[in-house]
C-alpha cells in the first residue's frame, strides 16, 4: 500500500490529469451508467455557532468504479473546520482510501485536501472549455480562499487567450495574498493580476468570473456583469449559502456537476426556485450531458456552471492518483 502525502500529491497531480481523469470518468458514466456508483454524501454539522466556534461540518464520500477490468472503492472523509485560517491551518482537510473490490486489498491512502481542490477546478475547468466563448481576454477571481488558487488555474489552462485576472475579497489582504503567492508558485508569466477594492471593478470587463466564497447573498446582480460570461459557481455547498443572485440565475443558461447532489445542496439555485426567478426545469443539464452534446450550450450568451460535488469526481482522481502511485511506488510503501 502506497501512503502519499500532501507534497507528494502536490507533486504528481497536475490540473490537465485531472480534467482527463474526470472526462473519463464522464464518459464512462455515460455509457456505463452501472459501473459508478456514488451514493449521496453523507454531512454532518460540527459545533453549534458561537463566540467560540464557526459551526463546520464533516462529510463522508464513498465510491465504487468498474473500469471493465476491476472495481475500486474510493472513500473521502473530510472535515471543514472555518475557523482556521486564524490558526494558520487550512480550511478543508481530507483524507481519500483507495482499495481492490475483489480482495478488499487497500491500495493507497492519502491526503484529500490538495485532491479536493483540484477535483474542484477540473470540473471548472471543463465547463469553462465547453461553455466559455473561446477568445477570452480576462478573468475575475471573487474570493481569494484556498479553493481559489486552482480554480484560476484550471481556467488559465483551458483558456490560453486570457492575459488580465481581477482579484476581489473581502479581506484586501487575502486578494494581495491570493496575487504573490499565484504570481510565485504558477507559472503564467504573461497574467497581470490586478487586485480590486470594489468588487465591480473587478466583474465589469471579466469575460469568465470563479466565485469561491462562504457567502449566504448574491454577490452581485445582473447588471454589473458582461452579457456573455461565464460564471464557475463552487462555494455555496449548503441550501442556506448563495453566491449568485436569483436574477444571474434566471438569466444564465445552467450547468450543474451533479444533478442530485444540486437539488440537495445547490443553495444559488434552491433559493432561486423557491424565490420563483428559477425552475429545475430551467435546468440544461448536467456536465455529463454537456461533455456527450456540447452544442446545447450557446456560449456567445450567459452560462453558469454551479458545481457542490460528488464523491464519484474525487473517486476518479483519487484513483488516478492510487495506480500512478503503485506502478511508480510514489509515497511511502508499507504492509496494511
Request: hydrophobic share 45%.
Amino acid at each position: 500500500m502506497q501512503l502519499l502525502d500532501q507534497t507528494e500529491v502536490r507533486q504528481h497531480l497536475t490540473i490537465n490529469a485531472a480534467i482527463d481523469a474526470i472526462e473519463q470518468l464522464l464518459t464512462l458514466q455515460h455509457h456505463h451508467p452501472t459501473w459508478v456508483n456514488s451514493p449521496e454524501r453523507l454531512v454532518i454539522p460540527t459545533f453549534s455557532e458561537s463566540s467560540n466556534h464557526s459551526q463546520g461540518s464533516h462529510l463522508s464520500m464513498p465510491a465504487t468504479i468498474f473500469d471493465d477490468k476491476e472495481e475500486f472503492a474510493i472513500v473521502k472523509l473530510v472535515t471543514i473546520c472555518p475557523d482556521n485560517p486564524k490558526r494558520h491551518l487550512p480550511t478543508t482537510t481530507a483524507t481519500i482510501t483507495v482499495s481492490d473490490n475483489a480482495t478488499g486489498k487497500m491500495l493507497a491512502i492519502m491526503d484529500g485536501s490538495y485532491i479536493t481542490e483540484v477535483r474542484t477546478a477540473a470540473l471548472s475547468g471543463i465547463a469553462t472549455k465547453l461553455m466559455a466563448k473561446t477568445d477570452c481576454q480576462s478573468a475575475a477571481v471573487i474570493g481569494c480562499g484556498g479553493m481559489a488558487f486552482e480554480q484560476l488555474n484550471a481556467v488559465l489552462t483551458v483558456r490560453p487567450s486570457i492575459d488580465r485576472v481581477y482579484l476581489w475579497n473581502r479581506s484586501q489582504d487575502g486578494a494581495a495574498a491570493f496575487k504573490a503567492k499565484f504570481a510565485k508558485e504558477y507559472n503564467f508569466d504573461n497574467i497581470e493580476l490586478i487586485v480590486c477594492h470594489d468588487i465591480n471593478d473587478a466583474l465589469k470587463n471579466a469575460d469568465i468570473i470563479n466565485v469561491a466564497t462562504r457567502s449566504n447573498q448574491g454577490l452581485f446582480h445582473i447588471d454589473q456583469i458582461k452579457t456573455d460570461a461565464h460564471i464557475n459557481a463552487v462555494g455555496a455547498y449548503l441550501p442556506s449559502m448563495k453566491e449568485i443572485s436569483s436574477e444571474v440565475v434566471a438569466k444564465s443558461q445552467v450547468i450543474v456537476d451533479d444533478m442530485a447532489g444540486s437539488q440537495a445542496e445547490a443553495g444559488d439555485l434552491i433559493q432561486a426556485q423557491h424565490a420563483g426567478q428559477w425552475d429545475w426545469n430551467d435546468l440544461i443539464g448536467d456536465l455529463k450531458a454537456l461533455l456527450i452534446s456540447p452544442n446545447k450550450i450557446d456560449t456567445q450568451k450567459l452560462t453558469l456552471f454551479k458545481s457542490v460535488g460528488a464523491a464519484s469526481f474525487d473517486a476518479a482522481v483519487g484513483l488516478y492518483m492510487a495506480k500512478k502511485a503503485t506502478k511508480a511506488s510514489l509515497g511511502l510503501q508499507t504492509a496494511w
